[in-house]
T-cell receptor, first 111, second 114 residues
Framework: DSGVTQTPKHLITATGQRVTLRCSPR?????VYWYQQSLDQGLQFLIH???????AKGNILERFSAQQFPDLHSELNLSSLELGDSALYFC??????????FGQGTRLTVV | QKEVEQDPGPLSVPEGAIVSLNCTYS??????FMWYRQYSRKGPELLMYTYSSGNKEDGRFTAQVDKSSKYISLFIRDSQPSDSATYLC?????WGAGSYQLTFGKGTKLSVIP
């Protein structure tokens, strides 16, 4: 158990809908990263938050947004969902911006 | 040229074999090097974390970093069927405003045959 908790584990939704994925980092970790992993694809970096502030953006679509709250949990919001957004979404947390520990992911299926 | 190159395999070895997994990189700014193991549809699990050139051993796993050649390796001794997974190399560098970013290889799929 990495100590990073993601909910829900599975999500099935229709095209055009909006969903929110939640991540609770390891105790004491200030950094939260979001990654997308499509079938047979590598981990694609989406966004990084550090202690509530956005630090870096990767290949994140404008339909996607994230935030980190004062208690350090983070949410990834995906809107106007398309079939191609079906993927595993991982959250990772780290202390002092070094090695990252991953949650078990949320499997999103858009139908 | 991609920043991190990793042979996707698949790599199939008999139980008990020594496995060698490798990544090359082009960005000299990478400072930290990691290996993750990912079982099918699970979250990546951190196996090894290194900073400097040289070897680091942890049980059956040895991580090797050669910064001069921009090459990292993971060796698995006495491989077991339970080692069958995808192995991802990852490297981090400072990316503005105090943010370290992880860049992943595509992963090598390993099968250890009993």
């Amino acid at each position: 158990d990495s100590g990073v908790t993601q909910t829900p584990k599975h999500l099935i939704t229709a095209t055009g809908q909006r969903v929110t994925l939640r991540c609770s980092p390891r105790s004491g970790d200030l950094s939260v990263y979001w990654y997308q992993q499509s079938l047979d694809q590598g981990l694609q970096f989406l966004i990084h938050y550090y202690n509530g502030e956005e630090r870096a953006k990767g290949n994140i679509l404008e339909r996607f947004s994230a935030q980190q709250f004062p208690d350090l949990h983070s949410e990834l919001n995906l809107s106007s969902l398309e079939l191609g957004d079906s993927a595993l979404y991982f959250c990772a947390s780290s202390e002092e911006n070094t090695e990252a520990f991953f949650g078990q992911g949320t499997r999103l299926t858009v139908v | 040229q991609k920043e991190v190159e990793q042979d996707p395999g698949p790599l199939s070895v008999p139980e008990g074999a020594i496995v060698s997994l490798n990544c090359t990189y082009s960005n000299s700014a990478f400072q930290y090097f990691m290996w993750y193991r990912q079982y099918s549809r699970k979250g990546p699990e951190l196996l090894m974390y290194t900073y400097s050139s040289g070897n680091k051993e942890d049980g059956r796993f040895t991580a090797q970093v050669d910064k001069s050649s921009k090459y990292i390796s993971l060796f698995i001794r006495d491989s077991q069927p339970s080692d069958s997974a995808t192995y991802l190399c990852a490297m981090s560098s400072l990316w503005g405003a105090g943010s370290y970013q992880l860049t992943f290889g595509k992963g090598t799929k390993l099968s250890v045959i009993p």
